[in-house]
């Protein structure tokens, strides 16, 4: 167990890496990546004041990928032991030679390019020295203030969380990378009204920087005003009316076009929008950036899972469908180049966002004769091969361009394609609160069923 630990030494898990790699190559492998990832984890649940989950825990982690003859195999372990790990190469070599050869496979060209991670400033050190004290107390503090509020009824519970990561990366290609990031996150969720008209939501806070979270004060706040808006709800007729979007509605309906413009999803032919690269499908309105060099934001990485470095990708451009967002795998499927968004063997979002408008949230809804601010949804109701969207609602309902009541039991429909060409209004208030985001959006025209 001592070797396993002092691979926790920063120098000692970029030469475990290195180490592994070379000892793949000795063992067969073509090619071999190694990942190492160090990390430290405190999370804690809070309810009416009690702690009901509580973990404070390190783990490390290596993750193992080898190619020979085209052929590949993948291997993992939480015991960093160099016999153990020798074993794995071993085993992994092995099982390549028994996998279907791919003439896509393969690791990308080694970058010339190289993001310093220090410009990124994604590490801080803050977090590190924070106690457990301090931490438990945020999360109870932030439930207090939101109890304190008379028309809260009820409690689902405060969480306070942190992780510490250092993950390095090393490639048979020459590609040696490693970096330290930090999270934290305050959230509180709640209920309002009684037994038979209860109503819930929540509140949080995620940042990489202490400093920059959101007091208990604020997220409680926040918590509160979302919670009683929704009380003494009322029922609507189906009708096709336009619907605003709040930051976090928008953030999954970015979230559902990121997974249609997945180089995966491309190649499987998984997505309404395969084969539209060039093609407008949006209005002017839409742009949608997916950028990883953001500094201090959720997203941000100096160099993916495939060694490339993080790049700025301009996806959608004035309504233009410009790029798919690709690996080196899918990249080479589609004839295309990598975007930088390897995660492991798939694609993920860095910062994935539709770029903000001049509009403040308030003068697109003054402007809205009648519709729907859709607050939250449910259920899945996503189809990327058609489109399609279907999810159960809630909302606050406008009239002559102001709040009238809140609404519930609805379910909006539509298509992805035409949201894209009818979204009228964008508004400021773009903010990076996860990787995936987007500001308040005014949709022209969407179906909302009610009774």
């Known amino acids: 167990m001592r070797e396993a630990r002092a691979a926790s030494r920063p120098s000692d898990l970029r030469a475990l890496a290195e180490t592994l790699v070379a000892f793949a190559a000795k063992c067969g492998a073509d090619e071999a990546e190694v990942s190492v990832v160090d990390g430290r984890e405190f999370d804690v649940d809070v309810r009416k004041g009690r702690i009901e989950n509580l973990v404070e825990a390190g783990s490390r982690t290596c993750g193992l990928k080898v190619i020979k003859d085209k052929r590949t195999a993948y291997a993992s372990s939480s015991d960093l032991v160099p016999e153990t790990l ?3 190469v071993r085993n992994a070599v092995r099982r390549a030679e028994l996998a279907s050869p791919d003439e896509f496979a393969g690791q990308a060209p080694r970058s010339i390019k190289l993001v310093d991670p220090a410009a990124l400033d994604l590490f801080d050190p803050e977090i590190a020295g924070l106690d457990s004290k301090t931490k438990i107390g945020l999360a109870r503090e932030t439930e207090r203030i939101a109890l304190s509020d008379k028309r809260i009824t009820n409690s689902h519970g405060a969480n306070f969380g942190t992780n510490e990561i250092r993950s390095v990366l090393v ?9 330290e990031q930090t999270y934290c996150e305050l959230s509180v969720g709640l209920q ?3 037994t038979d008209s209860r109503v819930e939501d929540s509140w949080f806070s995620a940042k990489r920087h202490f400093k920059k979270l959101a007091a208990p004060e ?17 029922k609507l007729r189906t009708q096709n009316v336009p619907v ?5 509605q928008t953030s999954w309906l970015m979230a559902f076009l990121f997974a249609c413009v997945s180089g995966t999803a491309v190649y499987q032919k998984a997505t309404f929008l395969a084969g539209k690269l060039g093609e407008k499908i949006g209005n002017g309105l839409v742009t949608v950036v997916d950028d990883g060099l953001l500094p201090g934001e959720l997203g941000s990485r100096p160099f993916d899972s495939d060694g490339l470095p993080a790049q700025k990708t301009t996806v959608v451009e004035r309504g233009v469908l410009k790029n798919y967002l690709c690996n080196i795998y899918a990249a080479r499927k589609l004839q295309l ?11 993920s979002p860095n910062n994935f966002f539709l770029e903000p408008g001049t509009l403040a949230p308030r003068d697109i809804i003054s402007e809205t004769k ?7 949804t449910l259920g899945h109701g996503l189809n990327s091969v058609s489109g399609d969207i279907s999810r159960g609602a809630f909302g606050l309902w406008v009239e002559n361009g102001e709040l009238a009541y809140p609404v519930s039991e609805i379910t ?17 208030d773009l903010e990076f609160f996860s990787p995936v985001t987007g500001p308040t959006i005014k949709v022209a025209e969407m179906t909302v069923a009610g009774t």
């Open 192 to 194: 309002a009204g009684e």
């Open 337 to 347: 180049e990598s975007t930088g968004n390897a995660d492991g063997g798939g694609v």
């Open 171 to 179: 490639l048979s290609n020459g590609f040696v990378g490693e970096f």
């Open 86 to 88: 020798r074993r794995l």
């Open 244 to 248: 605003i979007f709040e930051p976090t």
């Open 218 to 234: 604020e997220v409680a706040r926040r918590a509160v005003e979302r919670t009683v808006r929704q009380l003494r709800p009322r």
């Open 370 to 376: 009648k519709g729907l601010i859709l607050t939250r």
């Open 412 to 428: 909006i429909s539509g298509n992805l394609g035409r949201i894209l060409n009818d979204i009228e209004a964008v508004g400021n």
